[in-house]
């Protein structure tokens, strides 16, 4: 009887630590080259949608104003994540895609920006729809456009050079697809203009210089907020998914001039809940992140060689290594659903690589990540904190399975004892 309990408890001790330490439900696949550029050319992307957006650049600033321009060049592709197709898109205005000009894409429509002149202010964003095959023309406040993001029918564009004034960057953002624009100007320079619903996240440059911080701005009041506290550090690179904004600190305001030898910080703040937790603090310097949904990525050199690239699950607060990075300063990853994509450099080409993240507990909603927010209040954090918020679902249904297998085996034990008893 004895050793028919013991047998049964040693089972619910093994039954315990498999759901107290679960094996991982994420692993990722090989890495995939999908583009190579020309020799002499510099890629862009962005993703959304299983699409990627390319646009393969060759422009030299540095040239002499004599050159012929013809000599400038820029190609635009889509690459078709779950059919591996890369198509070239042409359309007659493609010679006037060059210099600063970005691109964006939103579910099926992709966006750029073409300017017959880089010095002067007659640029336009042009969009196509991937799926009508419908081409329109965008006109933007005269300008020269530093960055564009787009999600349905929110534009928000970094631009500087207005001919009216000599501001630095300013935010420009349509609620309407692009029908209206609104400026909005902001001491200091801007940087990003990442969208989430309502919500327009930037990094911002107003307490001098190699003082970045973090700001967002709500669009249906037009009320901005800081993240951080600004004499505590550098705040810079925010990306936003949902209400969670992810962002690079830097205790030391010089680490500009050390070159890789520093100690940067990421962290993750939703600014619901007004909370900061702690992403990565590898000992070294991190480049850009980007999050989407429960996925941050990005790079650091956190083993002084090289620059690698990793992974963060929020639901399972863990890191994973994605890949190692050829170029020597790194890659600006981007994530969305279950796709990572950055550029690299091999054989002295430049290339985008992606891997495919297979999550078994990852729920596809048809929403990337940027889900959008509710009304946000003011989310002046301090210097961030490590909350080690955690995920207290997953969390809650563990305990609940341990103490499940525990009644379940402690009715096993008192049955074999009522048993062994009634044998006697």
Known sequence: MEEKITELILIIISLISLCVLPASALELSEENTIFVSDDKASPRFVIDSGNIFILDLYFDKYANRNVNQNDEWSKLYLYNISTDKLTELTFDDMSNTKANDPIAISGNTVYWTVNSDYRSYDTDIRSYDIVSKSYNRLSVPPSHPIELYVQDKTISLLATKFPDDIDGPNICISTDAG??????????????????????????????????????????????????????????????????????????????????????????????????????????????????????????????????????????????????????????????????????????????????????NYVDDGISGNSGTDDTGNSENPQPQNTNSGNTHSQTASGEIVWIIVSVGIALIAGAGYHGRKNN
């Open 179 to 360: 029908e209206n624009f609104k400026r909005y100007r902001l001491p200091g320079h801007q940087s990003g203009g990442k969208i989430s619903g309502n919500i327009v996240v930037f990094g911002d440059s107003r307490y001098g210089q190699m003082k970045n911080s973090v700001h967002y701005l709500n669009i249906d009041t037009w009320e901005s907020y800081q993240i951080g506290d600004e004499t505590k550090g550098v705040y810079l690179y925010p990306d936003i998914s949902g209400s969670n904004i992810v962002y690079r600190f830097d205790p030391d305001f010089y680490s500009y001039l050390k070159g890789m030898d520093v100690k940067q910080e990421l962290y993750i703040t939703d600014i619901l809940t007004n909370k900061t937790s702690l992403i990565a603090s590898p000992n070294a310097r991190i480049n850009v992140p980007a999050i989407d949904k429960d996925y941050i990525v990005w790079c650091d050199n956190r083993n002084k060689s090289n620059f690698k690239l990793y992974l963060y699950d929020l639901k399972e607060n863990k890191e994973y290594f994605v890949a190692d990075i050829n170029d020597e300063y790194g890659a600006a990853p981007l994530v969305s659903k279950d796709t990572i994509v950055w550029s690299d450099n091999v054989d002295n080409r430049n290339v985008i690589k992606i891997v495919t993240i297979r999550d078994e």
